[in-house]
Nanobody, 126 residues
Framework: QVQLVESGGGLVQAGGSLRLSCAAS????????MGWYRQAPGKQRELVAL???????NYQDSVKGRFAISRDNAKNTVYLQMNSLKPEDTAVYYC????????????????????WGQGTPVTVSS
C-alpha cells in the first residue's frame, strides 16, 4: 500500500523559510500530479501548489513568488520551499498524490485516484 510521509514543518518567524518534503513509499510505477494543500483552523482545505509528472507547477495566487514546488520522480518525492512566510500561512500542510499506479503485495496493479499524507503543521509567528 502506498503511503505519503511528510516532514519539514515547524515554527518560524515571519519572513523566514521552511522546506516541506513528502515521500511516497511502496511499489510505485507512476504518479500523475503531486501537490500541497493546507488547512487553517476554522477554514476549508485549500490548494497551495501542484506539480504535474512533467514538472509543470501551479500555485495559489497568495503564494506566487514566495513558494516553489518541485519533485524528484526517481524518489517519488515532492518538495515545497516556502520563503517570506507570513502569519496567514499558518496551517496544517497536507501532501497529495493523484493518479497513483502501484503494485500490491500480490504483484497486482493498483490504481488510486488520490492519496493524502497525515499533515505537517506550519506555524508562522508575527
Amino acid at each position: 500500500q502506498v503511503q505519503l510521509v511528510e516532514s519539514g514543518g515547524g515554527l518560524v518567524q515571519a519572513g523566514g523559510s521552511l522546506r516541506l518534503s513528502c515521500a511516497a513509499s511502496g511499489s510505485i510505477f507512476s504518479i500523475n500530479a503531486m501537490g500541497w494543500y493546507r488547512q487553517a483552523p476554522g477554514k476549508q482545505r485549500e490548494l497551495v501548489a501542484l506539480i504535474t509528472a512533467g514538472g509543470a507547477p501551479n500555485y495559489q495566487d497568495s503564494v506566487k513568488g514566495r513558494f516553489a514546488i518541485s519533485r524528484d520522480n526517481a524518489k517519488n518525492t515532492v518538495y515545497l520551499q516556502m520563503n517570506s512566510l507570513k502569519p496567514e500561512d499558518t496551517a496544517v500542510y497536507y501532501c497529495n498524490a493523484q493518479g497513483v499506479l502501484s503494485a500490491d503485495l500480490s504483484g497486482r496493479g493498483r490504481y488510486e485516484s488520490a492519496l493524502w499524507g497525515q499533515g505537517t503543521p506550519v506555524t508562522v509567528s508575527s
